[in-house]
Structures are given as C-alpha cells and as structure tokens.
C-alpha cells in the first residue's frame, strides 16, 4: 500500500487547511484510514480516524474544528481543518490500517501569524 499525501502549508491563525491522502497498492484489505501529527519535540499522535464503514473517531481538542471523510471509490481520506490554531502546527501523517500499518510521508502544517 502506498499512501500519498497533500495539502499541507502555512496558513495563520483561524484558518483553514484540507489535507488529502490517496491510497493506491493492495487496498483490499484496509478497514482504517486515520491521520496522526508529530508536533516538533514531541511523540505522534492520532488526530482522527475512520473506518471503511464511516465510523469517525477524534482527538479531544481538535473535535468540532476537524472532520475527517471518506471517499471509498477513490479510495482517499480528507481531513478539513478549521479554526487552525498554532498547536495545530506539526508534521501530519496519513495511515492506512489493515493486518498492519502503514504510513504515508508527512506533510507540514504550519498555523502562525
């Protein structure tokens, strides 16, 4: 599975930012799709997931300005970020889960005035 990931940037406070992530490969068996972010000196954590299904799960601080969506026929995962402040800023990666993990390269979001 190879994951290809876009979107990232600068963008200030309050802003806005969509993040996208093809998946292409041996996609049959993926049943989660999910984003996690890397901030600077810290470890990786899950910002949100869905499953094939479109059951959605978020990291507490980013519910009501994230949403993370599905499109399953182009087999790609979007996350829209809003009201982006600068604890937003981190490396975001994609991921796919199906008997593993896998990861697509980062893309750097970066919410500064």
């Known amino acids: 599975v190879q994951l290809q990931a876009s979107g990232g940037g600068l963008v200030q406070p309050g802003g806005s930012l969509r993040l996208s992530c093809a998946a292409s490969g041996s996609i049959f068996g993926i049943v989660v799709m999910g984003w996690y972010r890397q901030a600077p000196g810290k470890q990786r954590e899950l910002v949100a997931t869905?499953?094939?299904?479109?059951?959605?799960n978020y990291k507490d601080s980013v519910k009501g300005r994230f949403t993370i969506s599905r499109d399953n026929a182009q087999n790609t995962v979007y996350l829209q970020m809003n009201s982006l402040g600068p604890e937003d800023t981190a490396v975001y990666f994609c991921n796919a889960r199906s008997y593993r993990d896998y990861w697509g390269k980062g893309t750097l979001v970066t919410v500064s005035s």
């Open positions: 869905i499953t094939k299904g479109g059951s959605t």
